[in-house]
């Protein structure tokens, strides 16, 4: 007789979302790189930076929103601040903050590869339910501390 726990439900939530995630990432990392340059995680940085009033948020909130330490953040933005798609301002009031900003020409390349990315998840969903998305969605934003003022 094996004195090693049963799986607990929570356990295999876990290592599903965890498969679900490697699966949805591999798939738009594939395809945001081939047809628009981009991997998966500059999308993201992207897509925050485009729903963040203004298009600029304060580079420790990108970080936030993004699960990376300041430094972690810091090297995803380089390569984009190089290329002209992301910018960095500084607060006038305070010069330890830093903002991340979405350029002209980072907002045009959002936009296409935003097409792309809806077009993998409505793919990879297709045979889910709006009600069991809506149900998934909650589940999530629990799990992850998110709430509608910081989405």
Same mark, same amino acid.
């Given at each position: 007789?094996?004195?090693? /726990?049963? @799986?607990?439900?929570? *356990?295999?939530?876990? #290592?599903? =979302?965890?498969?679900? !995630?490697?699966?949805?990432?591999?798939?738009?990392?594939?395809?945001?790189?081939?047809?628009?340059?981009?991997?998966?995680?500059?999308?993201?940085?992207?897509?925050? #930076?485009?729903? &963040?009033?203004? &298009?600029?948020?304060?580079? +420790?909130?990108?970080?936030?929103?993004?699960? *990376?330490?300041?430094?972690?953040?810091?090297?995803?933005?380089? /390569? =984009?601040?190089?290329?002209?798609?992301?910018?960095?301002?500084?607060? /006038?009031?305070? $010069?330890?903050?830093? !903002? &991340?900003?979405?350029? @002209? $020409?980072?907002?045009?390349?959002?936009? !296409?590869?935003?097409?792309?990315?809806?077009? +993998?998840?409505?793919? $990879?969903?297709?045979?889910?339910?709006?009600?069991?998305?809506?149900?998934?969605?909650?589940? =999530?934003?629990? *799990?992850?501390? +998110?709430? =509608?003022?910081? $989405?």
């Amino acid at each position: 007789m094996s004195d090693a /726990p049963l @799986p607990s439900t929570s *356990l295999e939530l876990c #290592l599903r =979302l965890t498969r679900a !995630y490697a699966v949805l990432t591999r798939r738009l990392d594939n395809k945001l790189s081939s047809v628009h340059g981009l991997s998966f995680s500059d999308f993201m940085v992207l897509h925050s #930076l485009s729903r &963040a009033e203004g &298009a600029r948020l304060r580079r +420790i909130d990108l970080a936030e929103r993004m699960g *990376l330490t300041a430094s972690g953040v810091t090297r995803t933005l380089l /390569p =984009l601040e190089k290329i002209g798609l992301v910018g960095r301002e500084s607060d /006038p009031r305070d $010069a330890r903050v830093g !903002y &991340a900003t979405l350029t @002209p $020409a980072g907002q045009e390349l959002h936009g !296409y590869a935003l097409a792309s990315a809806e077009a +993998i998840c409505r793919e $990879a969903t297709q045979a889910v339910s709006e009600e069991q998305l809506a149900s998934v969605l909650e589940l =999530l934003g629990q *799990l992850a501390g +998110i709430n =509608l003022s910081n $989405a």
